[in-house]
């Protein structure tokens, strides 16, 4: 197993560009989510996914926007970034019966 | 929504000494409380967790202790390590929204 992966690991942005940051999972859990963290403020979920085709929003969810089409991706989408968007962004998946979340290795964006 | 509140910000030891972190979180529907230790530029990993239901919990060196009542919970870490060393996050499970405290820098002197 794979576990969680993250795609890009590293991405340079000008304000207003669009991206994707994409999530994997290979070990059928239910549950997915995004989080961002700067520093001395932990993590901050923002949206999740309890199965495909469900999404919510987390804490910091303004400026993002995520699918959940099959039980393996949950993508997160910036559609106009912006430089309060520079973070570390960590996907993390679990199953529902259970507690851990297992977390990806995590994106590092800077928008310029 | 919840608020999980920790404290210290910084913790400095010597090794062979124990660790105390401490978290408080706001919201009494909150049933689950993870530890995850986050090593430099590394991801989370989940160390130690807690059910609502559950008063203590041990493995090994580490335990976690729930105080339902007064919203509370508390990471110990007894004889430290210098592998020890590393940033610690509470975090409380609300309704699948997971809230994490602001995260403890542990040292562990040699």
Same mark, same amino acid.
Not at chain 2, 83 to 92: L, P, T
């Given at each position: *197993?794979? !576990? @969680?992966?993250?795609t890009p690991k590293f991405q @340079?942005?000008?304000? %207003?560009?669009?991206?994707?940051l994409q999530c994997a999972q290979d070990m059928n859990h239910e549950y997915m989510s995004w989080y961002r963290q700067? /520093? !001395?403020? %932990?993590l901050r979920l923002i949206h999740y996914s309890v199965g495909a085709g469900i999404t919510d929003q %987390?804490?910091? /969810? *303004? !400026?993002? *926007? @995520?699918s959940r089409s099959t039980t393996e991706d949950f993508p997160l989408r910036l559609l106009s970034a912006a430089p309060s968007q520079t973070s570390v962004y960590f996907c993390a998946s679990r199953l529902q019966s259970t507690g851990e979340l297992f977390f990806g290795e995590g994106s590092?964006?800077?928008?310029? | 929504g919840e608020n999980v509140e920790q404290h210290p910000s910084t913790l400095s030891v010597q090794e062979g000494d124990s660790a105390v972190i401490k978290?408080?979180?706001?919201?009494?529907?909150?049933n689950y409380f993870p530890w995850y230790k986050q090593e430099l530029g590394k991801r989370p990993q989940l160390i130690i967790?807690?059910?609502?239901?559950?008063g203590e919990k041990k493995d090994q060196r580490i335990a976690v202790t729930l105080n339902k009542t007064a919203k509370h919970f508390s990471l110990h870490i007894t004889e430290t390590q210098p592998e020890d060393s590393a940033v610690y996050f509470c975090?409380?499970?609300?309704?699948?929204?997971?809230y994490f405290g602001s995260g403890t820098k542990l040292n562990v002197k040699p």
């Amino acid at each position: *197993n794979a !576990g @969680v992966t993250q795609t890009p690991k590293f991405q @340079v942005l000008k304000t %207003g560009q669009s991206m994707t940051l994409q999530c994997a999972q290979d070990m059928n859990h239910e549950y997915m989510s995004w989080y961002r963290q700067d /520093p !001395g403020m %932990g993590l901050r979920l923002i949206h999740y996914s309890v199965g495909a085709g469900i999404t919510d929003q %987390g804490e910091v /969810p *303004n !400026g993002y *926007n @995520v699918s959940r089409s099959t039980t393996e991706d949950f993508p997160l989408r910036l559609l106009s970034a912006a430089p309060s968007q520079t973070s570390v962004y960590f996907c993390a998946s679990r199953l529902q019966s259970t507690g851990e979340l297992f977390f990806g290795e995590g994106s590092r964006l800077t928008v310029l | 929504g919840e608020n999980v509140e920790q404290h210290p910000s910084t913790l400095s030891v010597q090794e062979g000494d124990s660790a105390v972190i401490k978290c408080t979180y706001s919201d009494s529907a909150s049933n689950y409380f993870p530890w995850y230790k986050q090593e430099l530029g590394k991801r989370p990993q989940l160390i130690i967790d807690i059910r609502s239901n559950v008063g203590e919990k041990k493995d090994q060196r580490i335990a976690v202790t729930l105080n339902k009542t007064a919203k509370h919970f508390s990471l110990h870490i007894t004889e430290t390590q210098p592998e020890d060393s590393a940033v610690y996050f509470c975090a409380a499970d609300n309704f699948n929204k997971f809230y994490f405290g602001s995260g403890t820098k542990l040292n562990v002197k040699p």
